[in-house]
């Protein structure tokens, strides 16, 4: 389903001892069933360390790119978890459920336009294009008086999900065969992808669920930077090798972001907290334009030393890394 919240971030403990601690970001390939949290206990138990978190939620029976902080990673979290994130999903009209997924329980049976053809279902679709309001799904990990709508809803309470602000920045029709429809969305922060396969089969007059639902992009990470789903299947001495094979260094995290490589007096400044200037880059000015999100303030070996944010001249030091 979509992806519309955060995991627990990082803890601080490090690993056990014996072993080496593992520093990056991870992105896996999550195959059908498994919840965002049982691939982080995963990855916790594998690679032996409680520092481990998500960059945004993939419900159970969702596949695809799940980004994962290890160590210093979890540090990472805040700023992957805004990210824009892009899905191939299958709407099935006729039948919706409670979860508005192939998982939920049947509540309510309509009939399919008979004339459903692709320029009818484009045209529906072009409502959901752009910055709207849209109401989650009852059933979801949002809060309400500090309660998971899901945990009320499971208890038998009546519950009724807040509208919010949600962006589509592009939608687009790929297949129609009744009773499906394939779609490719790419979208902002906060946006439920079963909620769209609600509120789209119903402006095409009928009721409607995500049969299937695939994550293929969040931020700049794509299902080529993943582990195969099938990777996880291996005995865990086998399987550690290759999350720590395949875990991105943190500076290679933030591919997308504006860097300053540091000099040496820019490493003291930094390890002391302290604003960074321009005399402070061993190449080239302070970059600009990242209102955005952090900069990565990297040594000359490219390992990642501290998030930055600019300032006027300067760039304020907002986390450190651990020291390799």
Known sequence: MSGSGLSGEGVSERGHAGSQPAHGVL?????????????????????????????GTLDPMATGVLVIGVGD??????HLTGADKAYRATLRLGVQTDTLDAQGRVTEHAPVPGDLSVEAVESAARAFVGEYL??????????????RLYARARRGEIVSAPERSVVVHELRVLRVEAPEIELMVRCGKGFYVRALARDLALALGSVGHLSQLRRTHSGSFSLADALDASALTQEPAAL?????????????????RPRCVLNAAGLIEVRHGRPVRSEHCAHGPLPSGAEQGPIALVDERGQLRALGRAEAERVLVIRGMSEA
Do not use: F, N, W, Y
């Not at 919840?35 to 138990?45: L, P, Q, Y």
């Open 134 to 147: 849209q109401r989650a799904p009852d059933i979801s990990a949002i809060k309400q008086a500090g309660q």
């Open 73 to 78: 990673g979890t540090k990472l979290l805040h």
């Open 240 to 256: 550690a090798a290759a999350m720590r094979a395949r875990m991105l260094p943190l500076a290679a995290a933030l591919r997308d």
């Open 27 to 55: 992105v896996l390939d999550k195959p059908c069933g498994p919840t965002s949290h049982d691939m982080v206990s995963r990855v916790r138990r594998v690679l032996r360390t409680r520092a481990v978190g998500h960059a």
